[in-house]
């Protein structure tokens, strides 16, 4: 676990989910109370809490837990996240709320969707519904000293995710909204498993970009400059992504072929190919389910570039 400090108001406690580092991070935004967004996995609930302890937060001022969506490496510990603070309530998209109130067949999916990935994030605990908060696109939390977060919905990804303005910064809480950001090479890589609406994904995209964000808080990984060029980046590489599928696709190509060809034709996943395939979750979750997601759709929807 490590903290950071990244904004005036707004630090980054790097939970290291999986045992890796740069890969969920929860963010803490501080006014008058606190707000935490994103949870990470169940299994690295206890980094996070250290994380607040080190900032010297008194769990009694977290007001809100904000999850960008409940897949198990966003929202999945918010269950157990919530025990360790007396008042906070937990904000997620009202087609998130059953599933945080029961996670069993949240939790029967993940694994198999994720396998083994999803025994090492760790099963989820039911949040009680008296502290869960339906979110709705534009529902805004004041958190004090004149910092606001307004909450942004952001389907596609999946169906119950939300993104989250905030003003004096000018940025934005990804979530999975915007790919997967590689710090370290400046790359973004998408994150688009099935069922993936790449159409209503391509709306929420120009939704976000609307807001002409200057940063991108994003959950994998931190915090990434020129937002709004970043937006309109990953908006072409979905694009290419889904003509490239259509392509191999009408060349009657597999999934392990379509995979090779979007890697040679998309230079950001190229950049990242040798990070993507050390990396124990990235390596299943992109090559595989990424390309799978987009195959899907295009088969489904077409081409909608
Ligand atoms: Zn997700």
Do not use: C
């Amino acid at each position: 676990m490590s903290v950071a400090k990244i904004g005036e108001h707004i630090f980054l406690i790097d939970v290291e989910a999986a045992g890796i580092r740069n890969f969920v991070a929860s963010y803490i935004i501080k006014g008058e109370s606190v707000v935490i967004i994103e949870t990470g996995p169940t299994s690295s609930i206890q980094n996070l809490v250290n994380g607040l302890s080190e900032l010297g937060i008194d769990p009694g001022d977290v007001s809100y837990v904000a999850v960008s969506h409940i897949h198990l490496d966003h929202g999945g510990g918010a269950g157990t996240l919530i025990k360790h603070l007396p008042k906070a309530k937990v904000l997620v998209h009202k087609r998130g709320v059953p599933h945080l109130a029961n996670p069993e067949k949240l939790w029967q999916q993940s694994k198999m969707m994720l396998g083994t990935i999803a025994e090492i994030y760790g099963k989820p605990e039911p949040v009680p519904p008296e502290r869960m908060v339906a979110a709705y696109d534009g529902m805004t939390l004041n958190i004090g000293e004149g910092i606001a977060l307004k909450a942004v919905e952001t389907l596609g990804h999946a169906s119950h995710h939300l993104s989250y303005y905030e003003s004096l910064s000018k940025g934005i809480f990804t979530g999975d909204a915007v790919g997967i950001y590689v710090n370290e090479l400046d790359v973004i890589v998408p994150t688009t498993p099935p069922p993936f609406r790449m159409d209503i994904a391509l709306s929420s995209l120009d939704k976000l970009a609307s807001l002409k964000p200057l940063v991108l808080y994003y959950t994998h990984f931190g915090k990434a400059l020129n937002g709004a060029e970043k937006i309109e980046k990953y908006t072409r590489q979905l694009k290419l992504w889904a003509e490239t599928a259509k392509f191999a696709l009408d060349a009657g190509e597999d999934l392990g072929a379509i995979s090779q060809r979007i890697v040679e034709n998309d230079n950001a996943v190229k950049k990242a190919e040798g990070y993507i395939r050390a990396h124990k979750v990235l390596r299943e979750t992109v090559l595989k389910e990424s390309v799978l997601g987009i195959i899907e759709f295009v088969k489904n929807f077409g081409d909608p570039a």
